[in-house]
């Protein structure tokens, strides 16, 4: 089973990644925040945990308004490092331990916690800039992540209570995790800050000193703060303290502080601390039991639909796997995109760096293969839509049968749609 090591928290603002990358150690003014992280760096060395938990929020790079959620869970394999203006920092992706990543997914959906998912996009200096000073690399990383954006910048936004409620959650999730591997859950932000509006520069070192005292002995109080008076006491970005939350509502209710420093240099006060687990409250056998159980709340609502026959969930290791060739089908929503897939579809499957196997599937219009391969119906209407095949010979297809065989099965054998607004309807002529 999966252990929690413990907690780790600390600010990720992007002076530390800054500093690590123009080798800032011993200049005078960027020292104390290298001083101030190698405990956690000797910690993480002599715990050697196989994951880190990422907490932290993306700072609209990755993730813009055009659809903003409050709890993002990656479940990749691998992240690169966004690009936030003025090219990439010059630090190899780390990688995702998806399997862990999918089944703390599943846990958290299973405790009515609404997250949402993301692969295939980069992270930005809210998670590389903690992970770059904390971590080895060699040249790769010595670590793998499961990253947690949080949205924070958007109001309405996930409250301290539900932040710490998830949190809770979060460690019959990853202690659910059948696999012995370990893990630190690393909660990034803060602390006290505001960058914005006449405000900009303010700080609260007194609020910073009261919050890790509270943080560690007290955090109930701090669920019970409104947004408002965060933003008041420790400033209106400095509220994105809310995410250590997550990290100790994950830890036991009383726990060890092996770590606490705090440095104020410029616009953030940037703190450091480790937290273990105190917890003798429940016998082994009994933790495992209760863990057992929650297993199987977890796979109560899906058990048994794989049984059924003909019926393919569209669940994040099919996402994942078949990532590629969804993606390639999705991009013919746009114009340009199936003006190239029908002048030149081979040309457009190397572009999309389909594999053979993919490209055959789209070649062949192989409905059911492609089902079956892992590519969500969805996108079987889109690419329907663009070379002009109907819903209707899709899913007489899937069935194994001629299209008059499955009009026969409807109560209006005649009706023949799609998705094309326009263009391509050629099967209205054949039928
Ligand atoms: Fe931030």
Known sequence: MARIIGGIACSHTPT???????????????????ENFQPIRDWL???????????????VTSFFFDHYSAFSLGIDTQYAVADEGGGARDVPPVGGH??????IGASLMADEFDMSFFQDKPLDHGCFSPLSILCKRDPNWNVQIVPLAVGV?????????????????????IESYPEDISVAIVATGGLSHQV?????????????????????????????????????????EGAEIIMWLI????????????????????????ATAIYENQDTDIS?????????????????????VGDIPGTHPFTHAASIKAYRINKFLHSLIKPENRKRFLEDQEASFIEAKLTEQEADLIRRRDWDGMIKYGVIFFMLEKLGAVIG?????IYAAMRGQTLEEFQATRNAPGALYSVAGKGNLSWNKSS
């Open 45 to 59: 060395d002599q715990k050697k945990p196989d994951v880190l938990f990422m907490i932290f929020n993306d700072h």
């Open 153 to 173: 910048l958007q109001f309405p936004i996930p409250n301290a209570k539900r932040c710490y409620k998830l949190g809770q959650a979060l460690r019959n999730a």
């Open 247 to 270: 990290m100790r509502g994950a830890l036991s209710a009383s726990v060890k502080k092996i770590h606490q420093s705090y440095y104020l240099p410029s616009m953030t006060g940037i």
């Open 196 to 236: 914005h509006g006449a405000r900009a520069g303010f700080n609260n070192t007194d609020w910073d000193k009261q919050f890790l005292e509270l943080f560690e002995k007290d955090p109930v109080a701090l669920t019970n703060l409104r947004l408002a008076e965060y933003v008041e006491l420790g400033g209106m």
């Open 98 to 103: 998806s399997a862990l990543s999918q089944h």
């Open 16 to 34: 530390i990644g800054f500093a690590v990358d123009r080798d800032k150690q011993d200049d005078p003014v960027w020292k104390p925040i290298f």
């Open 284 to 304: 082994e056998e009994k933790r495992e039991q209760r863990l057992a159980q929650h297993r199987q709340h977890m796979q109560s609502e899906l058990a048994g």
């Open 389 to 393: 095949v109907s819903n209707l010979h």
